[in-house]
C-alpha cells in the first residue's frame, strides 16, 4: 500500500509539473501573440498618420485602444529645433524658414529674426581630432529683385585644418539647448567675413551639412531670435491591449517636411539660358 501510495503521490506530481508546464508555455504563446498584434496595431497606426490622417480618425484595430502622442518640431512659440535623430557626415539637412500650408506646399510666413546659431558635436568630442566634425551652411533667399540667391558659411573647431579649408575657427565648450548639450556653436555674426545674414530678404531654407566626422552621427541643432516655422511632426502610437494580459506596444517616428534632394545643392542654377 505504502509503495503505490509513493507512486501515486510522484505520479501526481509529474503530472502537475506537466500540466503546469504547458499552462506556462500556453500563456508565454499567447503573450507572444497579443504582443505581436500590439506591434502591427501600433505600426498601422502610425503608417495612418504618416500618410497623413489625424488623430482623430484613426481607423479600428479589434480589441486594442490605440494611444497617440503628437509633439511638434519647430512652430508659433519655439525658437530653437533639435533634430530628432543623429547626423552623419555628408547628410544634408534642411530647415525651412517659411512656414507650410496643410497640403505641405510652402506658405507666405517667413521668418522674421536677424540671425540664426548652431549647435552640433557630441559632448565627447575630440576637437583636435581628424574626425572632428566641422560645420558648412547655406542660407537660401530671394532678394528684393525676386531672384533667389545663396550664401555660406562654415565652421570647424579643428585649428590644424583651418588653414587648408578656410573655414572659421571656433571652440569648444558645453552648450545646452533644449535636452541635449552640444559641444561647438557658431552663428553668422562669427564668421570672419563679418555677418552675412541676408536681412530685409524673404528666407526660404538653410541646408546644413556635418563635415570630417567619418566615425559616426553626431546631434545637430538650430536656434533663432525668433519663432522658426514648423519643421515637422515626431508621432508617439500606443497600442494597450484590452484582454487580460494588458499587453502593450509602442513606436515612434519623427516627420519632417520633404526637402529637396542632396544633388539640389551640387546643381548649377539659372533663371536664363544657360549659355549667358
Known amino acids: 500500500m505504502?509503495?503505490?501510495?509513493?507512486?501515486?503521490?510522484?505520479?501526481?506530481?509529474i503530472g502537475l509539473a506537466v500540466v503546469s508546464r504547458s499552462v506556462t508555455d500556453i500563456?508565454?504563446?499567447?503573450?507572444?501573440?497579443?504582443?505581436?498584434?500590439?506591434?502591427?496595431?501600433?505600426?498601422?497606426?502610425?503608417?495612418?498618420?504618416?500618410?497623413?490622417?489625424?488623430?482623430g480618425d484613426l481607423p479600428s484595430f479589434g480589441d486594442f485602444n490605440i494611444g497617440v502622442d503628437t509633439r511638434s518640431l519647430g512652430g508659433e512659440g519655439k525658437t530653437s529645433f533639435v533634430f530628432p535623430?543623429?547626423?552623419?557626415?555628408?547628410?544634408?539637412q534642411t530647415v525651412w524658414l517659411v512656414d507650410h500650408t496643410e497640403g505641405g506646399d510652402l506658405g507666405s510666413e517667413f521668418y522674421s529674426g536677424n540671425n540664426l546659431t548652431f549647435y552640433w558635436?557630441?559632448?565627447?568630442?575630440?576637437d583636435g581630432s581628424d574626425i572632428c566634425p566641422a560645420l558648412e551652411v547655406v542660407i537660401i533667399y530671394k532678394d528684393g529683385a525676386g531672384k533667389f540667391q545663396s550664401r555660406r558659411v562654415a565652421f570647424d573647431p579643428n585649428n590644424?585644418?583651418?588653414?587648408?579649408?578656410?573655414?572659421?575657427?571656433i571652440s569648444k565648450a558645453s552648450y545646452p539647448l533644449e535636452d541635449k548639450t552640444f559641444a561647438f556653436k557658431a552663428d553668422f555674426t562669427d564668421n570672419e567675413e563679418g555677418t552675412l545674414f541676408?536681412?530685409?530678404?524673404?528666407?526660404?531654407?538653410?541646408?546644413?551639412?556635418?563635415?570630417?566626422?567619418?566615425?559616426?552621427?553626431?546631434?545637430?541643432?538650430?536656434?533663432g531670435n525668433a519663432d522658426l516655422p514648423l519643421q515637422g511632426h515626431c508621432y508617439q502610437v500606443t497600442a494597450i491591449s484590452q484582454a487580460e494580459t494588458g499587453i502593450s506596444s509602442k513606436v515612434e517616428q519623427?516627420?519632417?517636411?520633404?526637402?529637396?534632394?542632396?544633388?539640389?545643392?551640387?546643381?548649377l542654377f539659372s533663371e536664363e539660358n544657360l549659355s549667358k
Do not use: W
Not at 535623430?85 to 544634408?92: D, L, S, T, V
Open 2 to 13: 505504502l509503495i503505490i501510495l509513493l507512486i501515486m503521490a510522484v505520479g501526481l506530481t
Open 27 to 55: 500563456r508565454i504563446s499567447q503573450e507572444q501573440e497579443e504582443s505581436s498584434r500590439a506591434f502591427s496595431a501600433a505600426e498601422a497606426g502610425l503608417e495612418h498618420l504618416l500618410a497623413g490622417g489625424s488623430p
Open 85 to 92: 535623430k543623429e547626423i552623419k557626415a555628408g547628410n544634408i
Open 121 to 126: 558635436g557630441n559632448e565627447n568630442v575630440d
Open 160 to 169: 590644424g585644418r583651418v588653414a587648408s579649408n578656410d573655414f572659421t575657427l
Open 198 to 223: 541676408p536681412t530685409g530678404e524673404e528666407l526660404y531654407a538653410i541646408r546644413i551639412k556635418l563635415l570630417y566626422n567619418v566615425d559616426g552621427a553626431h546631434i545637430l541643432g538650430v536656434q
Open 254 to 267: 519623427c516627420q519632417l517636411y520633404k526637402a529637396p534632394p542632396a544633388i539640389f545643392d551640387y546643381v
